[in-house]
Each structure stands twice: as C-alpha cells, then as structure tokens.
C-alpha cells in the first residue's frame, strides 16, 4: 500500500504556487462561487503565514479576519482590500 497525502497538505502545497493560487481564487470568483472564494482565500492566508501574522500587517482584528473567511463570511470591500494587500495581491474589475 503506498503512503497518502492528506488532502490538506497537498492543497497547501499547491496554493504556495502564487500563479496556482491566483488562478484557483480567480475562478471561484469567475463561476461567482463566493463562498468557495472565501475558503480558498483562508487556506491561501495559511500558506502565506497564517491569520495572526497576516492580520497584524494588515491591520485587522485576528478574530474579525476568522469571521470573514468563514464558510459565512461577509467581509467589507475595505477589510479585503487590506487583507489582499497584505498577502501581495490586489482586487482588479474587467469587463464582462
């Protein structure tokens, strides 16, 4: 029987690609799959060193930034522009 990777691990691998990471979150928000969005930006928050640290850069309340990319989360236009800011992206509009 050969060793598994557990599904978290190998995703997180893949998310510390920056082009695999930026083409999964674009898709999500492509097929308007906000909450899948949502999660993926946490896993990628993860990758890129975690909610607390990335809190503290951006300047947000660690336990707001929890709230936000949950399964319900709702964050303010202004709470994500921070925290992309702080993971090195930026939210961009294109034409339809």
């Given amino acids: 029987m ?3 990777v557990s599904y978290l691990e190998d995703l997180y691998q893949d998310l510390a690609d920056p082009e695999y990471a930026l083409g999964l ?3 999500c928000l492509k ?3 906000y ?3 949502l999660a993926i930006l946490n896993d990628v928050a993860n990758v890129r060193g975690g909610i607390g640290a990335l809190s503290r850069k951006a ?3 660690r336990e707001h930034m929890f709230r936000m ?3 319900n989360g709702n964050p303010t236009l202004d709470s994500l522009r921070h925290l992309l800011k702080a993971m090195g992206l930026k939210l961009v509009l294109e034409n339809a």
Avoid: G, I
């Fill in 2 to 4: 050969s060793p598994s």
């Fill in 25 to 27: 979150l674009n898709l």
């Fill in 31 to 33: 097929d308007e799959d």
């Fill in 35 to 37: 909450q899948s969005f």
């Fill in 59 to 61: 300047n947000l309340n």
């Fill in 69 to 71: 990319l949950s399964k």
